[in-house]
T-cell receptor, first 116, second 110 residues
Framework: NAGVMQNPRHLVRRRGQEARLRCSPMKGHSHVYWYRQLPEEGLKFMVYLQKENIIDESGMPKERFSAEFPKEGPSILRIQQVVRGDSAAYFC??????????????FGNGTRLTVT | TQLLEQSPQFLSIQEGENLTVYCNSSSVFSSLQWYRQEPGEGPVLLVTVVTGGEVKKLKRLTFQFGDARKDSSLHITAAQPGDTGLYLCAATGGGNKLTFGTGTQLKVEL
C-alpha cells in the first residue's frame, strides 16, 4: 500500500520562475490538503480539495499560488514567479473522507522548495 | 482561528528520563491530535482524543485531554533515542482542516 507520494522531494528555482509540486493521494482517498512549513514555524494550512473542486482555499496567498486536483492524475500546487519567501517545505495530506476525526490525514514526505 | 501554544519549545534529555509536553489554547477543541515528525519526513499521526478528560496510552506515551477540552498533554516514560523528533499537536475544524501547534523539538541522548 503506497502512502501519499510527493514529487519532487527537492526543488530549486530562481526568483521569477514557476514551481510545480505534485501529490498523489493514497489509494481510495479523494480528499487532498496542502500545508506549508516555514523554517522556525509550524505547519500552516493552505488549501483543501476534492476531485475537481476546491473546498477551502482560505490559507492560500491570493496571488501567484494555485492548486488543482483533476479527475485523473495527481494534485498540483503551482507557484508562479517564485520569491525567496516561498522557500519552505510543502506537505500534502490525503484522507478517505472529510469533516471529522474519523477520517485522519496521511501526510507525504514533502517537497522542499528552495528559491535562489 | 484557534491558536495552539506548545511548551516547551525545545527539550533535550537523557535516555531513561520522563518528560511532558503541553498543548494549550484559549479555545475549546472539538478534537485534538498529536503527531510526530522526523527530519525530512511528514508528520505521522500518533493519537486522536475527543472526549474531555480522556486518557490514551500508546506503549510508553500517555496522552491526556483536559476536562474543558482546551488543553492536552503528552507524557513519555523512560525516553529512548528513537523518541527524538518534533511533536505537534493539532486541532481539527470543519472539513478536516488542521490547525497545528508551535511544536516541541525533543532530543533524547544516550
Amino acid at each position: 500500500n503506497a502512502g501519499v507520494m510527493q514529487n519532487p522531494r527537492h526543488l530549486v528555482r530562481r526568483r521569477g520562475q514557476e514551481a510545480r509540486l505534485r501529490c498523489s493521494p493514497m489509494k481510495g482517498h479523494s480528499h487532498v490538503y496542502w500545508y506549508r512549513q516555514l523554517p522556525e514555524e509550524g505547519l500552516k494550512f493552505m488549501v483543501y480539495l476534492q476531485k475537481e473542486n476546491i473546498i477551502d482555499e482560505s490559507g492560500m496567498p491570493k496571488e501567484r499560488f494555485s492548486a488543482e486536483f483533476p479527475k485523473e492524475g495527481p494534485s498540483i500546487l503551482r507557484i508562479q514567479q517564485v520569491v525567496r519567501g516561498d522557500s519552505a517545505a510543502y506537505f500534502c495530506a490525503s484522507s478517505p473522507g472529510g469533516g471529522n476525526y474519523n477520517s485522519p490525514l496521511h501526510f507525504g514526505n514533502g517537497t522542499r522548495l528552495t528559491v535562489t | 482561528t484557534q491558536l495552539l501554544e506548545q511548551s516547551p519549545q525545545f527539550l533535550s534529555i537523557q535516555e531513561g528520563e520522563n518528560l511532558t509536553v503541553y498543548c494549550n489554547s484559549s479555545s475549546v477543541f472539538s478534537s485534538l491530535q498529536w503527531y510526530r515528525q522526523e527530519p525530512g519526513e511528514g508528520p505521522v499521526l500518533l493519537v486522536t482524543v475527543v472526549t474531555g478528560g480522556e486518557v490514551k496510552k500508546l506503549k510508553r506515551l500517555t496522552f491526556q485531554f483536559g476536562d474543558a477540552r482546551k488543553d492536552s498533554s503528552l507524557h513519555i516514560t523512560a525516553a529512548q533515542p528513537g523518541d527524538t523528533g518534533l511533536y505537534l499537536c493539532a486541532a481539527t475544524g470543519g472539513g478536516n482542516k488542521l490547525t497545528f501547534g508551535t511544536g516541541t523539538q525533543l532530543k533524547v541522548e544516550l
